[in-house]
């Protein structure tokens, strides 16, 4: 019964020793992979612009997990340390892999500082050329925010009908320029330029939620109005109507309410 029980025992411990083995085999792979993925991209051309982008953001992304990544390193070691010393046997060629961890990991770190060094040229050039295209969408939303307050989607004076299309193309332009704010926000944060603001872009797309709301409540009313057309005369009860008319005046009433001046709000 000893024997069977000490033989049980053992074959856990097997069991155990290739669980553990696996699960640091696993990191050591996907720290090794890594590495090499991150050192073939330091390695890469960089002839423009958007090359040096993605350059830079790779260093970055190395400086920001390094230390997370040397923790990892460490538990890997400590890991197949500990399968060593209770006599798991480990791979001639898994050690060096082991063992080279971190010397691979901090000369990828000097890599980095290397090829940041190389292309401070390009830098210097391209974060001119930032600031100008920046400069030149500044304008451009500037432009566009003047448009907006003379023929945009609160322009006293439209119909209802032409607010609505207003408002869905406004709505269409700010998606598009936020998304280039995007990646001037990021192209100057990797140059290590000063973030631009955009108070034109941002009271924009402030009021473009407060029309959204108005021109809703005009967009269902609409629609209901198509489903009382669409219905046979002989089903039509009036008192239809009458609740649906004084659901649309409720909203309206509570919308002026939420809303701040909205009285003062074409095309409320």
């Not at 566009?144 to 032409?162: C, F, N, R, V």
């Not at 603001?197 to 709301?213: G, S, V």
């Amino acid at each position: 019964m000893q024997d069977k029980t000490i033989e049980r025992i053992n074959e856990w411990l097997v069991m155990l020793g290739e669980s553990l083995k696996a699960i640091a085999g696993k990191e050591l792979k996907q720290i090794i992979e890594q590495t090499q993925k991150y050192n073939k991209e330091l390695a890469a051309d960089m002839n423009s612009i958007d090359l040096l982008k993605i350059l830079l953001k790779v260093i970055s992304e190395i400086k920001d997990i390094s230390m997370d990544m040397e923790f990892r390193i460490i538990e890997v070691q400590e890991q197949y340390r500990v399968l060593k010393m209770y006599n798991y046997e480990i791979e001639e060629e898994t050690q060096k892999e082991v063992d080279n961890l971190m010397t691979n990991w901090e000369d990828l770190i000097d890599y980095a500082d290397r090829r940041n060094f190389e292309v401070d040229d390009f830098k210097q050039t391209y974060s001119t050329v930032t600031k100008e295209e920046v400069k030149s969408f500044q304008q451009k939303i500037k432009e566009e925010y003047e448009k907006y307050l003379a023929k945009g989607p609160g322009t006293s004076g439209i119909s209802l009908d032409e607010g609505v299309e207003l408002l869905k193309d406004s709505k269409d332009k700010v998606v598009q320029f936020n998304k280039t704010r995007e990646d001037n926000v990021s192209a100057e944060k990797l140059f290590n330029l000063e973030i631009s603001k955009y108070p034109e872009l941002i009271a924009m797309e402030e009021a473009n939620k407060k029309y959204d709301e108005i021109y809703n409540v005009y967009n269902e009313f609409n629609k209901k109005v198509l489903d009382f057309s669409a219905m046979s005369w002989s089903k039509l009860d009036a008192s239809q109507l009458n609740v649906a008319a004084d659901d649309f005046s409720k909203r309206v009433n509570k919308l002026g309410s939420r809303l701040e001046k909205a009285e003062s709000m074409p095309p409320f």
